[in-house]
């Protein structure tokens, strides 16, 4: 379904990596012609920005079995809320837990550039992450972070609610951009909500930005139940997965075609 959208390639998500069996996803992504990406969220067993040494170790452990799959499927990006728990925090994250987390990711990186692998860092809304709610504060991390291997990850449904624009976090990004995420305000068709797409896609095209653009919406129908509730997915905006795909993937190619002719100098 994803190559007959017109997609070149797809999103695997690893939220239970010990389950996923990477020969088989191998096969079908040959047969269909498509490259592949990875992503998941961490939990509260496995947040990085824990204060507990054992919860930041199990969580680097998920993370090694994560990279270990993403080589295995011939993949070479890794992204996601790989940095905390996905989740709703009750207090503003730690200076030792961001100090855990970026030691921890710091050594992630290593690994995964010997993989060949880059680590993207997905900055999501303040109900999913305490730590990264912003492009810039991503920007910060990964300084913090001092590896050049880790990449920021923007997703348009996350800016828009957190974001003072579209247009600015991608010109600051620049070429720490590294992975897009396109999804609407209320995850639904693209263009049916308020996302200023036109904004976002003026940014990729000023900073020339060449990476993974990937469609991203929800259904409860299709998605696991845990990470339903855990994004809130309450309601449901479309059921036919395969208009909703093709759909998305001519407003995308059309949105990136119109910006194709801008002077960037």
């Not at 690893?14 to 069996?21: G, I, K, Q, R, T």
């Not at 996803?25 to 920005?49: P, Y």
């Not at 969580?59 to 993949?75: P, Q, S």
Request: net charge negative; with cysteine; charged share 20%.
């Amino acid at each position: 379904m994803t190559s007959e959208a017109g997609f070149d390639l797809l999103e695997i998500p690893l939220m239970d990596p010990w389950s996923f069996e990477p020969t088989q996803a191998s096969r079908s992504l040959r047969e269909h012609g498509l490259a592949a990406t990875a992503s998941l969220g961490l939990t509260a067993q496995t947040d990085l920005s824990s204060e507990d040494p054992s919860v930041v170790a199990r969580g680097e452990e998920t993370l090694n079995r994560c990279l270990e799959i993403v080589h295995d499927l011939e993949a070479d990006y890794l992204c996601g809320v790989i940095y905390s728990a996905m989740q709703k925090y009750s207090r503003p994250a730690t200076e030792a837990g961001r100090r855990n987390s970026a030691e921890a990711l710091q050594r992630l990186a290593e690994r995964a550039a010997s993989l060949g692998i880059r680590l993207g860092l997905e900055v999501v809304n303040r109900y999913e992450s305490n730590l990264l709610n912003t492009g810039r504060q991503a920007l910060a991390f990964i300084e913090e972070i001092g590896h050049p291997n880790v990449y920021l990850h923007l997703d348009t449904y996350h800016m828009n609610i957190e974001e003072p624009d579209l247009l600015s976090p991608v010109l600051a990004a620049g070429k720490k951009l590294g992975y897009v995420h396109i999804g609407e305000s209320h995850r639904g068709y693209l263009g049916s909500g308020s996302v200023d797409f036109g904004a976002f896609f003026r940014g990729l095209a000023l900073i020339g930005y060449d990476g993974p653009v990937v469609f991203e919406s929800f259904s409860s129908a299709v998605v696991d139940d845990n990470l339903s509730n855990t994004l809130g997915v309450w309601r449901n905006l479309w059921d036919d997965s395969a208009n909703l795909g093709s759909h998305a993937n001519s407003f995308i190619r059309g949105q990136l075609a119109s910006v194709s002719s801008i002077d960037k100098h």
